[in-house]
């Protein structure tokens, strides 16, 4: 399992299995506050006036996750628009990773006054991988 983060954006790959059905998960959660992959992704070809004046900015950022799905295989999911955490539970048999993400305006508001607001926000996405029979690990799943 290879674990990343802080690339403002939150993603889980399945690699594949070697021959003994060991598989090469790869898990990346977004950033808690910084900004978001997406939010880069506009600002970086904003800079840019051939970029920002070609009509092409607002659809390649809006479209951007379903790109990388299409274009990689082993993607299983891609959120460059949320911020979040990743929570894992490993056991003998079985690993999960619950992805907690947020909308970027909520990142900029305070809750301290009433966290059970912000306890309501938070989207979820599982991962699953359990050991099978023969010893050989499941297929990503949710």
Do not use: C
């Amino acid at each position: 399992m290879l674990v990343a983060g802080d690339i403002h954006g939150a993603y889980a790959s399945d690699l594949g299995a070697d021959a003994d059905g060991n598989r090469a998960l790869d898990f990346t959660t977004a950033a808690v506050s910084s900004e978001t992959f997406r939010g880069l992704l506009h600002r970086t070809g904003s800079a840019s006036e051939s970029i920002r004046n070609s009509g092409l900015l607002e659809p390649i950022t809006e479209a951007i996750d379903g790109f990388m799905m299409s274009a990689v295989e082993s993607l299983a999911m891609a959120r460059s628009d949320h911020h979040g955490l990743i929570v894992f539970q490993v056991s003998d048999v079985e690993l999960t990773a619950d992805f907690h993400l947020l909308a970027p305006p909520l990142v900029e508001q305070s809750f301290y006054d009433n966290p059970g607001a912000l306890s309501e926000q938070w989207e979820r996405a599982s991962w699953r991988v359990t050991k099978q029979l023969g010893g050989k690990n499941s297929q990503l799943g949710t």
